[in-house]
């Protein structure tokens, strides 16, 4: 008996020795694998900060433009508004100093009028 009971432990040792190795192993290829997988995180993170720099400083740029061009449009703009507001002073200034009256008193203000009064 007393031997059974040391064939059955050895038995028992020996598959704890098996169960432990197995687990060794186990232990090893999740420790490979979690690794490999923090040094794919690692490169796919650098692969899009490389992808995205260009990107974001291609935002960047168009947006810097197109406030310049807004600007420059704004001031296009403002120009434009100060060019109708000097021709509306001007015709409104014009329209104020030409007489209102007679045909005749314009046309005698003519040179071609003062001739023709002259002629009368």
């Known amino acids: 008996?007393?031997?059974q009971?040391?064939?059955e432990e050895s038995q028992?040792?020996?598959r704890m020795q098996e169960f432990q190795r197995r687990r060794a192993q186990l232990d090893l290829s999740l420790a490979v694998?979690?690794?490999?997988l923090k040094t794919e995180e690692l490169r796919l993170e650098r692969e899009s900060k490389k992808t995205r720099r260009p990107l974001e400083q291609k935002l960047w740029d168009f947006e810097h433009q197109l406030s310049a061009q807004e600007?420059?449009?704004q001031a296009q703009?403002?120009?434009k508004e100060a060019q109708v507001k000097a021709l509306q002073?001007?015709?409104q200034l014009r329209q104020e100093r030409r007489?209102?009256?007679?045909?005749?008193?314009v046309l005698a203000a003519t040179p071609v009028g003062r001739l023709l009064g002259r002629c009368h």
């Open 89 to 91: 002073t001007r015709l």
């Open 33 to 36: 694998k979690d690794s490999s």
């Open 12 to 14: 028992h040792a020996a």
């Open 99 to 105: 007489p209102s009256g007679p045909i005749e008193h």
């Open 77 to 79: 703009l403002h120009t």
């Open 5 to 7: 009971i040391k064939a």
């Open 1 to 3: 008996m007393q031997g």
């Open 71 to 73: 600007n420059a449009f």
